[in-house]
Every structure is written in structure tokens, then in C-alpha cells.
């Protein structure tokens, strides 16, 4: 345990329905009234922010989008910008998911980019980091999430940097090999990367790198939230799988 508030967020994916959503939501408004010890949101797909502005506003539930664009507005058909996905009321955005990275084929550079314009737009980033399988298995995990971290950074210019301070963007360590594999990583394994991309940070603002929240996403449920919580530089959670049920979305923000 740290004095950082630990933060658990639901990244709902590909997946939701109307009526769907409106129940589980309805249930997240109920079971976690009154636990307002941490922060938990949960990160929809786009065309579902209206209906969450309309059911979370005025609970301790926040909400995000899952992306957005690099571009502010214009000819390009189908990008969302950080203003649009404000306008819904969200306050944070998940960036550089590695289904985004791998699949879809996002680069460093369009990352950096998107990361600038929600800071610009006022949204919260939730940056993801963390190393393939094979990283891992050649013993280089930790250099595979130092370059992501440093681009990170270095994509910041210190106007940029004031504003991540300011709206305390967050980090998520998921090894990729831990994503909806149901193998997470150790709390040892995750403690000890967490502590890395905090020393990361450090080179670039020390009294930042105390406060940044850094969550830890893959394969984290009910059953191994408690020893992965409970590690020190482990400030929450980002929920694949397990935010998709109110009972293990629920159970993980009482253990956090
Ligand atoms: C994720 O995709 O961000 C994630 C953590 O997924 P899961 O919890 O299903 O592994």
C-alpha cells in the first residue's frame, strides 16, 4: 500500500449492447456507492459515451473512450477527436492498448500524437507499456518497456508535461502475453516493473514519478487482486475480462 489513490479501470473492448450496458452499469452505480476510498472508471466504446454520460453523471463512477484521434478535426472520416469524446463528459483515455499497437498497427509516432491532443483536450491518459512474450522470454522485458516509457516521454515537450502532471495521466504496465490469456503476471514480476517505469519517470521529474499512478492490466480477477495490489508501486488495476461482470469489477474495487 502507497499514499497514491489506487484507480481500477474497466476497458469494456468490443463488447456491450443498450440494454446490456444499462444493466451492468445500473448494478456498478449500486455496488460501489459509498466505497470512495479509490477512483474506478470504466472506458467504453465510443458509440456507448452518451449513454454512460447519461446513467454515471452524478455517481462516483468516471467513464473514458478506449482511443482517439490525432487530429482535431477534418477530412478524416471515421477518427474521433479528445474534444468530441469531452464533450461526453469523459475523463479518461486509454492510449496505446498493444491490441491497438500489434493489430491495428499504431505506431510510436501516431501515438505520440494522440497522447498531445488529449492532453490538449483536457482528458486523463491512460498509457499503456509493456513487453511481448518473446521480449520476455529473451530476457529484455525491461528494455522493451524502458524505449516505450522514453518515447513517451520525449514525446512530451514541457508544456505537454505540465498538462500530464496537471490532469495526472496515469501508466498501465500489461505484459502482452498477459492479455486475455488468463496467465498474469507474478505480483514479484509486476512489482518490479512497476518500479522500473517509475525510476523511468523519475529521470525526467522525480516528485512526479512518486505520485503517477502506474495500474497493472492482464488476466487480473478476483483471485490474484489482493497480491498484486498490494505491492507497493502498484497503484490499481486496468480490467479486461473481469469488467465485464459487476460481481468481479465490484469485488476487485473493494480489494483495491
Ligand atoms: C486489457 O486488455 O487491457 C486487459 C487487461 O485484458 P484482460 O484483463 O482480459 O487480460
Not at 11 to 26: M, R, S, V
Not at 210 to 238: C, F, H, K, T, W
Request: glycine share 8%; hydrophobic share 45%.
Amino acid at each position: 500500500m502507497n499514499a497514491r489513490r489506487n484507480l481500477v479501470v474497466g476497458n469494456w473492448k468490443l463488447h456491450g449492447t443498450l440494454a446490456g450496458n444499462h444493466g451492468l452499469l445500473l448494478q456498478l452505480i449500486t455496488n460501489l456507492k459509498g466505497l470512495n476510498a479509490i477512483d474506478f472508471a470504466v472506458c467504453l466504446p465510443y458509440v456507448y459515451l452518451f449513454q454512460a454520460q447519461q446513467l454515471l453523471a452524478g455517481s462516483n463512477i468516471l467513464w473514458g473512450s478506449q482511443n482517439v484521434s490525432q487530429y482535431d478535426e477534418g477530412a478524416y472520416t471515421s477518427c474521433i477527436s479528445a474534444a468530441m469524446i469531452a464533450e461526453f463528459g469523459c475523463r479518461f483515455v486509454i492510449l496505446a492498448h498493444s491490441e491497438r499497437r500489434m493489430l491495428r498497427l499504431e505506431g510510436h509516432e501516431v501515438t505520440a500524437q494522440r497522447l498531445l491532443r488529449a492532453l490538449e483536450g483536457g482528458l486523463t491518459p491512460i498509457y499503456c507499456v509493456g513487453e511481448a512474450q518473446a521480449e520476455r522470454d529473451a530476457g529484455i522485458a525491461e528494455d522493451a518497456v524502458k524505449k516505450q516509457v522514453l518515447n513517451m516521454l520525449h514525446s512530451l515537450d514541457d508544456d505537454a508535461f505540465v498538462r500530464a502532471k496537471q490532469c495526472n495521466m496515469v501508466v498501465a504496465y500489461e505484459p502482452v502475453w498477459a492479455i486475455g490469456t488468463g496467465q498474469h503476471a507474478s505480483p514479484q514480476q509486476a512489482q518490479s516493473m512497476h518500479a522500473y517505469i517509475r525510476q523511468l519517470i523519475a529521470t525526467r521529474d522525480p516528485a512526479f514519478a512518486q505520485r503517477v499512478r502506474i495500474i497493472y492490466g492482464g488476466s487480473l480477477s478476483a483471485d490474484n487482486a489482493y497480491a498484486m495490489l498490494e505491492m507497493p508501486d502498484i497503484d490499481g488495476a486496468l480490467l479486461g475480462r473481469s469488467a465485464l461482470v459487476a460481481e468481479s469489477f465490484t469485488e476487485i474495487c473493494r480489494i483495491a
